[in-house]
């Protein structure tokens, strides 16, 4: 693995995992996800980048059979399949994904596609994993969010911008985990080329209303704005019939 792919391996713990999975589950994104799963009713689905195995898990309750996770933390696959998930090592957008072809209903990768360099790659294996007229869903930061255009202004990196390095960085939002962020059309024109059908495109927001009232305001005003403006965007993709 490269310094970056390094950098992504080493960001697993129990602690934070715990943290992000009460943060997600409040999220809009997992409710969309899981309407998503409810409207599609997948038998086996893919969860890429499953960390510790939590999130997977929670797809069983909505209307999928069975979930198998791939992930770049030695760690997070011993948890995943301590809490009973199969999960497999993979350095996604290097390596070729561990699964046989046409194998998955549906293909979940949430916040995953920033991460990776070749996502050319990455998302010929996603479509190569999945089945003929299968469900993909990509979920990644929205460089056009609404705050992150206002911190432009004031000469200030956007939410969940790459660094500069995979060593240092001034602004607490930039990730230096991070590689590509981008709006609805470069992604569109990206699943596009790569012969996906777009069925759906939603936006979330990147703040849990319950945690407090700074955090509530933005999500309500996140609420009212369009697709391209909103913090973080869901892609529902479906993969060609032949």
Known sequence: ????????????????????????????????????????????????????????????????????????????????????????????????CPSPAHHYDAVISCEVIEHVYDTDYFLTELIR????GGVIIITTPNLYY???????????APWYYPGVSVNVKVDSHILLEHLRINGIREWEAFFNYRGLIIKDVQGYSGVNPKNSLKQWLIYSIDSLMPVYLRCNLIFVLQTPLK
């Open 1 to 96: 693995m490269d310094a970056h792919e390094s950098l992504n391996a080493k960001t697993f713990n129990l602690e934070t995992e715990a943290y992000s999975i009460k943060y997600a589950l409040d999220w809009d994104k997992q409710r969309k996800i899981h309407k998503v799963l409810e409207y599609y009713r997948p038998g086996l689905v893919a969860d890429i980048g499953c960390a510790g195995g939590l999130l997977s898990l929670e797809y069983i309750k909505h209307d999928v059979n069975q979930v198998e996770g791939f992930e770049i933390n030695e760690e997070a696959i011993r948890v995943a399949t301590q809490r009973g998930l199969k999960a497999y090592h993979w350095v996604a957008g290097s390596q070729p």
């Open 146 to 156: 609404w705050i992150s255009r206002l911190k432009f202004i004031f000469g200030i």
């Open 129 to 132: 994993i999945c089945k003929p």
